[in-house]
């Protein structure tokens, strides 16, 4: 093992081999901004999130060893032979901030709580003490418990009114006629359970679907009895709709309509609470205000009584405002926040810590941020270093590269091809490197001499989602557009809103990809389909023995590899399945062989790996795809759950190449991308458009708007400052004619 010095400056990390590592050793100064790149897939993530972070709250968890060691021995440790002067890091990544209908930016932040305090003292007429004014608990509308809508069912989605109950009359998911939900409407006495539905008697219709909760036998049983509405409606329709499994996602879809609750308007609160006021306005008003300008109403409040809260409450807002959020307003659903908006309210809860000697490690934090925005970004991060604390970014835009103090820059691939030191040091240094971050720095996409004409048009009129002002707008097609504008300017609306809805138009977004934990990319691509009958051929037995979820998964942990523990109070904990290893099939399926490899060899190759492996036509189309959009770096079998927004879109554009000719939405698609795979991605958008497709790209990287044919720039500013088409022309008539700030922008980046 390798000297270790003796400093407390730094961070010394000695012989890492997470994933791909291969035996990193460095010392990463303190109290210092470092920014970690590389291409995609190179091991910066693995470095600073699967090695720094994880060691540093595998450390600070260790007050709870004893007691899961008492479920599954010690937590794992990082593949890392030593890590020193570790502080107590802080994770800031772009996971969504859940899926609970009743959280909200306020409640996420604590600005509403501080806003429910300031009314319960100024509040009149006053409703109550400070719980009196939440949603979740005492101020609550009846009518919809706080959600602010109400949920309406199609009775023809839950019931077949020709059949009777034993014969299968309800078809709801999971009300299957032989299971004890079904078997409680028919021995309850209420109806005849062999009559059809539509020879109930209005008494017997009520009680079978709205009979509210009672207490009943069932063969001697004690249970409680609900008509099917209120069962159906207490079951899944209070639930988020992303946390719910996909088969009954689709039967909400189809049976289930939401609308504004009439008795609350949609503000959630009892009617005692929206009419308190301060200077003419209710709590529910004051939350549904764009949060910069509700800073500046804060400001009138001068009542010495709250003047500490009015204080902290204007610096959070000051916050949102300062870190490019100040158009989201704090009735928000924190669902429908994106992943760059997530992770910056999460910044905010840190930027009023008086911590200090603090680990932050951030995840591309400039993910979603406009040109413009990625300036206000730098500012905050050099805040939280100027406190003292130590700020680790795994991030590729040149901008934010150009503040650090230091930066690691690993490679030189992706994969296996990666996980190596590529140089340390400051930018200047890393410019005269010749490394391939050090010559992308400069690097400059130049202006098309040419641009493409457009084939024809896709009208979008009259568009009035959240900010935007009545917008009409053509979208060309046969083209690369790109529609790009401040963060909060109106983009995805505009798009989102408009485009998904016509025929031939496939959106390919950074959205979770549902599945189960069972899910990887051989599955989703259906490239497991082919692996499997290439198995089964070469050795003479049947293809479901090479499934996971089928006959060959192994039987302790079910073919997922791990065995989970839930500790009800914390989060559950994983461990590697003993009987298999983590490989997921028996021992006996691991024996039939495909040239030399078993399945779970398979499963571990990384695309590019597995083009040179595979003859099979059917799993070369797919892996050639795959390495088409740039993840050749991944294995055919990682878990969907572990790749990041961008990896997954790429994913998702991968399975939709093979699909025909079509106009392609895509979503930021430079996310997670080096400077140097943003030219592969460049041209990859050329090859969909020469070959007859539509391609129309939210973005702000200048790379990528130099490279467009047309640009739709939206603003001028965010939220009820932006909303308008300010721009729609070529990139060379925007830099020549135009005064945007993305005209201002991509004028100093062509030069």
Not at 82 to 94: C, E, P, R
Not at 261 to 269: A, H
Not at 614 to 642: C, D, M, S, W
Not at 653 to 668: F, I, N, P
């Amino acid at each position: 093992m390798t000297h270790i010095a003796d400093s407390h400056d730094v961070i010394q990390v000695r012989g890492a081999r997470e994933n791909n590592l291969q035996d990193v050793s460095l010392d990463i100064p303190k109290r210092r901004l470092t920014v970690f790149t590389g291409v995609s897939g190179s091991g910066k993530s693995s470095l600073v999130f699967g090695t720094i972070a994880a060691e540093s709250q595998r450390m600070i968890n260790e007050t709870y060893s004893a007691f899961l060691q008492s479920f599954m021995g010690s937590p794992a440790r990082p593949d890392v032979d030593a890590l020193h002067n570790l502080s107590a890091a802080i994770v800031v990544d772009q996971e969504r901030m859940g899926a609970n209908a009743r959280s909200t930016l306020g409640t996420a932040t604590d600005a509403y709580t501080m806003l429910r305090i300031i009314f319960s003292r100024l509040g009149s007429p006053s409703a109550g003490s400070a719980l009196a004014y939440s949603f979740n608990a005492e101020g609550m509308c009846p009518g919809c418990e706080g959600l602010g809508k109400v949920s309406s069912l199609d009775l023809d989605q839950l019931v077949d009114r020709s059949k009777s109950i034993n014969e299968g009359a309800i078809t709801v998911p999971n009300f299957s006629v032989d299971g004890w939900y079904v078997r409680g409407f028919a021995e309850s006495g209420l109806f005849d359970p062999d009559k059809p539905v539509r020879d109930f008697t209005a008494a017997e219709l009520d009680d079978f679907l709205y009979k509210p909760s009672i207490k009943i036998k069932v063969n001697g049983i004690n249970t409680t009895y609900e008509g099917l509405v209120v069962k159906v409606q207490r079951m899944y329709l209070t639930k988020e709709r992303e946390s719910v499994q996909p088969h009954i996602r689709a039967f909400i879809d189809r049976a289930a309509t939401f609308a504004k609750c009439p008795g609350c308007g949609g503000t959630r609160l009892k009617p005692a609470v929206l009419e308190s006021t301060i200077d003419g306005r209710n709590i529910a008003e004051c939350s549904a205000m764009q949060v910069s300008d509700l800073a500046a109403v804060l400001a009138g409040i001068t009542a010495p009584s709250v003047g500490p809260v009015v204080a902290n409450l204007r610096q959070t807002l000051d916050s949102l405002v300062e870190i490019g959020l100040g158009y989201l307003s704090l009735d928000r659903e924190s669902a429908t926040l994106s992943g760059g908006e997530a992770q910056r309210v999460k910044m905010v809860r840190h930027l009023g810590s008086s911590l200090t000697d603090i680990t932050y490690v951030f995840d591309e934090p400039t993910v979603g941020l406009h040109p413009h925005d990625i300036q206000r970004m730098n500012g905050l991060l050099v805040r939280l270093r100027d406190k003292g604390n130590t700020v680790l970014v795994v991030e590729h835009k040149p901008e934010t590269i150009a503040i650090a103090d230091h930066v690691v820059d690993i490679g030189p691939g992706a994969g296996p091809g990666g996980g190596r030191i590529q140089f340390e040091g400051d930018v200047p240094a890393l410019r005269a490197s010749g490394t391939l971050t050090g010559r992308y720095l400069g690097h400059r996409v130049e202006l098309k001499a040419t641009v493409r004409s457009h084939t024809g048009q896709i009208p979008i009129r009259n568009a009035s989602t959240h900010n935007l002002r009545d917008v009409s707008v053509d979208v060309p097609t046969g083209v690369l557009t790109v529609v790009t504008g401040v963060a909060g300017s109106g983009k995805s609306s505009l798009i989102h809103g408009s485009l998904p809805q016509r025929d031939g138009v496939i959106v390919v977004d950074q959205s979770a990809i549902r599945g189960s934990r069972r899910s990887n990319p051989a599955t989703y691509t259906g490239l497991l389909d082919a692996v499997r009958t290439a198995f089964a051929k070469a050795n003479g037995v049947k293809a479901a023995l090479f499934s996971a979820n089928s006959e060959g998964a192994c039987p302790h942990c079910k073919g997922i590899g791990l065995v989970y523990v839930d500790l009800a109070m914390m989060a559950g904990v994983a461990g590697v399945c003993e009987e298999c290893e983590g490989k997921r099939f028996t021992a006996q399926v691991l024996e039939y062989k495909l040239r030399d490899r078993d399945i779970s060899e398979v499963l571990a190759m990384p695309v590019s790996e597995a083009l040179g492996f595979f003859t099979e036509k059917a799993a070369r189309a797919i892996l050639e795809r795959l390495n088409a959009v740039g993840l050749g770096y991944i294995t055919l079998g990682q878990p969907l759950n572990t790749l990041s927004g961008g990896e997954r879109q790429r994913l998702k554009l991968a399975v939709h190449m093979g699909s025909g000719v079509a106009t392609y939405l895509l979503d930021e698609p430079t996310s997670g991308l080096h400077l140097a795979d943003v030219d592969q991605l460049l041209a990859l958008l050329d090859r969909l458009v020469d070959t007859g497709n539509t391609v129309v790209v939210i973005e702000h990287h200048l790379a990528v708007m130099a490279h467009a044919d047309w640009i739709i720039d939206l603003g001028p500013g965010a939220g009820h400052d932006g909303g308008t088409v300010v721009f729609t022309g070529t990139p060379g008539e925007l830099v020549a004619k135009s005064d945007t700030l993305t005209a201002q922008h991509l004028r100093d980046y062509v030069g």
